[in-house]
């Protein structure tokens, strides 16, 4: 799987589990998942985590964790919409 393709179903994958986060973000869960349970005062929120297959490290100014904002895009607190890379080195 190519670079871009393991991105886009980790972006899919993402959706699959996206719950109402109390943002105005589209509840687009899969119906044979069930939703986390809600807690007093609080919202869930879901996430992406990048990572690299071994042999690779990530490299990024932040910590590789994305999650989908008010305008339905993916986005880190460090580096906003800009995506990590896996670099050969890792163990």
Same mark, same amino acid.
């Given at each position: 799987?190519?670079? $871009?393709?393991?991105?886009?179903a980790l *972006? $899919?994958?993402?959706? *699959?589990?996206?719950? =109402?986060s109390?943002?105005?973000?589209?509840?687009?869960?899969? =119906?044979?998942?069930? #939703?986390?349970?809600?807690?007093? &005062?609080?919202?869930?929120? &879901?996430?992406v985590?990048? /990572?690299? #297959?071994n042999?690779? #490290? $990530?490299?990024?100014?932040?910590?590789?964790?994305?999650? *989908?904002n008010?305008?339905k /895009?993916?986005?880190? !607190?460090?580096?906003?919409? !800009? *995506?990590?890379?896996?670099?050969?080195?890792?163990?």
């Open positions: 799987m190519s670079a $871009l393709g393991a991105v886009i *972006l $899919l994958w993402g959706q *699959l589990f996206a719950v =109402d109390g943002n105005d973000v589209t509840d687009i869960a899969d =119906d044979g998942c069930p #939703k986390p349970p809600e807690i007093a &005062h609080g919202y869930v929120e &879901h996430s985590r990048y /990572q690299c #297959k042999y690779y #490290k $990530l490299r990024t100014e932040g910590d590789g964790v994305y999650t *989908l008010n305008e /895009q993916w986005i880190n !607190k460090a580096v906003g919409d !800009k *995506l990590p890379e896996c670099e050969a080195g890792g163990c």
